[in-house]
């Protein structure tokens, strides 16, 4: 399994249908890999191990990325900001609680990726907080963005 992650991290392109293929039992190797992960100047190979956590979801993974959420703020601008967008795309009650009060961060790129990761949410109250932000955010361009996320969200609510 670390052969086939590390094949695909080291790829410069992949899908999200590749990463989710890997299924639950990649996470654990992908938490030990993390910490292996070569640091370089752009830590790509960590941003990369947290967008796919992001992607497999699950318990396991929102523990991790809620721990280096914590671990990362305020010392790895780059890496923090990966994980805030794959807390949000988790869509789990818990990650929300820590991506929500971003909306209202007075960093615009903390609200950019709050943003991005939220536009795969399928909740009414994720709808409500993006459309929020789409009519008071002080920045047009996140205005537009947001707009065009909270139509992202509606198309994916359930009908009634």
């Avoid at 939220?118 to 008071?136: F, G, I, M, T």
Wanted: glycine letters at 4%; hydrophobic letters at 40%.
């Amino acid at each position: 399994m670390q052969q086939q992650i590390c094949q695909l991290i080291n790829r410069r392109y992949f899908t999200d249908e590749d990463v989710l293929a890997l299924g639950q039992e990649a996470v654990l190797p992908l938490i030990a890999l993390f910490d292996e992960a070569v640091i370089d100047e752009m830590d790509t190979q960590r941003q990369t191990i947290i967008y796919m956590l992001g992607l497999l979801d699950g318990e396991q993974s929102v523990a991790f990325l809620t721990t280096l959420y914590s671990q990362f703020a305020g010392k790895n601008e780059t890496l923090h900001m990966a994980v805030v967008s794959a807390l949000a795309r988790t869509d789990h009650e818990s990650a929300l609680k820590l991506v929500l009060p971003l909306l209202e961060s007075d960093d615009k790129r903390t609200r950019k990726n709050a943003i991005v990761g939220l536009r795969h949410s399928k909740r009414p109250e994720v709808l409500d907080k993006v459309k929020q932000c789409a009519q008071s955010d002080l920045e047009s361009s996140l205005r537009h963005y947001a707009e065009r996320v909270a139509a992202e969200i509606a198309a994916q609510l359930p009908k009634d």
